[in-house]
């Protein structure tokens, strides 16, 4: 099993690090293969810029993928399922993950790409598993949530995925209160990946 997990937090005394440093011990116990693109740490350019924007909005397939993308490419290509990691910040994840999509999913590959053999493949699992400050009920009552789902699973991931599902470890500013729900959720990872991609 190849497992990809793209990573974004600026900082290794955060909630967010622990989860992370938690599915890697749960993923190294099945001894599956672990790749992490921890885009803090490779410094990954989240911007695109006027060069690359002529390439992916004025739809120019002529001009060069970027070498950093490339190398995502290639790493989506070998994965049987890729998490997603991030804090919620303003109801999404941050602008270094959203940075990814933007660049990641070129015109070509991720959409647009009838007549390409460049196509991004079909992955057969995408999870999302973001940290929250507000209590999952309260994600709900007031449908961010539902919105965070929406976006993220039906449009980012898309049809690019076979099945989605996003885990909200909700509540963290009360983490005593949320630990035990969170580890179900975490552990659960494991299950999801066997029943999916196996
Ligand atoms: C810039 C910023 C924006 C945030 N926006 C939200 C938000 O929209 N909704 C929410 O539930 N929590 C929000 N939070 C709280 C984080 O989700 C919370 O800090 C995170 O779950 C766990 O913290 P850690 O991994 O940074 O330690 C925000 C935090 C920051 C720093």
């Not at 790409?113 to 999302?128: E, F, H, I, R, Y």
Request: some cysteine; charged content about 25%.
């Amino acid at each position: 099993m190849n497992i990809l997990i793209i990573y974004s937090h600026p900082s290794k005394q955060s909630y967010t690090f622990q989860v992370l440093e938690q599915l890697k011990e749960l993923i190294a116990a099945q001894n599956w293969n672990l790749e992490i693109s921890d885009l803090y740490e490779m410094g990954f350019q989240s911007d695109m810029t006027e060069a690359e924007y002529e390439r992916e909005g004025l739809i120019n397939t002529a001009l060069p993928i970027p070498a950093d993308v490339i190398l995502e490419h290639q790493k989506i290509a070998k994965a049987d399922a890729i998490i997603f990691i991030y804090p919620v910040w303003w109801s999404d994840c941050p602008a270094k993950m959203k940075g990814w999509f933007d660049r990641v999913y070129s015109v070509g590959y991720a959409y647009a790409n009838d007549q390409s053999d460049a196509k991004m493949k079909t992955v057969p699992l995408g999870l999302a598993v973001c940290t929250a400050g507000h209590p999952n009920a309260f994600l709900d009552e007031i449908e961010i949530a539902k919105s965070m789902k929406t976006v993220f699973l039906n449009d980012r991931l898309g049809k690019r995925f076979e099945n989605k599902e996003m885990l909200i470890l909700g509540g963290t500013l009360d983490k005593e209160k949320v630990y035990d729900e969170h580890q179900i959720q975490i552990k659960s990872v494991i299950e999801k990946i066997k029943s999916y991609c196996s």
